[in-house]
T-cell receptor, first 112, second 111 residues
Framework: EAGVAQSPRYKIIEKRQSVAFWCNPI?????LYWYQQILGQGPKLLIQ????????DSQLPKDRFSAERLKGVDSTLKIQPAKLEDSAVYLC??????????FGPGTRLTVT | KQEVTQIPAALSVPEGENLVLNCSFT??????LQWFRQDPGKGLTSLLL?????REQTSGRLNASLDKSSGRSTLYIAASQPGDSATYLC??????????FGGGTRVLVKP
């Protein structure tokens, strides 16, 4: 069974630029999560989708971050404009509804 | 609000020594607790998952205990090897499948 796929794996941008990350969950997984992991910290949930609806986006900085999950499969997380403090690893995870979460390899973002 | 703490933040041991990693959480209303391993530049690999009704879980050289009433879990790794060098994260699951993570313990096993 294929795991959670993410791209790109690495991205370097300048502050005030925009960036987008893509996630393809495990086939059949209804629930998709985006986490932000700052260096030296544990992952923090940004947004949780079930199918194509948002379940929880309480920790998403909505003035600059947006996410969508069209057709309830792939998802895109966007940052516009980026700030230095957005430098982090962005992890995508998926689960069969409320079962165990499986994590992708992450996208490492560096904002200069 | 659930808070998860891992102590120590970093640990260095000689090969062959047993590792003891600690995790504490403030709200005992959890569904389960999970231990993950994270290698540099990689995602999270699940090691052990303990349901709230369980006291411990074992897999090979790994053993995790859970004391929900005191808000603690311990991960034991027996006879450590250099390949065990990684960051270990614990996470508690609450309603809505929400995971709250600790800050991790960075482990270095020296040959």
């Amino acid at each position: 069974e294929a795991g959670v796929a993410q791209s790109p794996r690495y991205k370097i941008i300048e502050k005030r630029q925009s960036v987008a990350f893509w996630c393809n969950p495990i086939s059949g997984h209804a629930t998709l999560y985006w986490y932000q992991q700052i260096l030296g910290q544990g992952p923090k949930l940004l947004i949780q989708f079930q199918n194509n609806g948002v379940v929880d986006d309480s920790q998403l900085p909505k003035d600059r971050f947006s996410a969508e999950r069209l057709k309830g499969v792939d998802s895109t997380l966007k940052i516009q404009p980026a700030k230095l403090e957005d430098s982090a690893v962005y992890l995508c995870a998926s689960s069969f509804y409320l079962d165990e979460q499986y994590f992708g390899p992450g996208t490492r973002l560096t904002v200069t | 609000k659930q808070e998860v703490t891992q102590i120590p933040a970093a640990l260095s041991v000689p090969e062959g020594e047993n590792l003891v990693l600690n995790c504490s959480f403030t709200d005992s209303a959890i569904y389960n607790l999970q231990w993950f391993r994270q290698d540099p530049g990689k995602g999270l690999t699940s090691l052990l998952l303990i349901q709230s009704s369980q006291r411990e879980q074992t897999s090979g050289r790994l053993n995790a205990s859970l004391d929900k009433s005191s808000g603690r879990s311990t991960l034991y790794i027996a006879a450590s090897q250099p390949g065990d060098s990684a960051t270990y994260l614990c996470a508690v699951k609450a309603a809505g499948n929400k995971l709250t993570f600790g800050g991790g313990t960075r482990v270095l096993v020296k040959p």
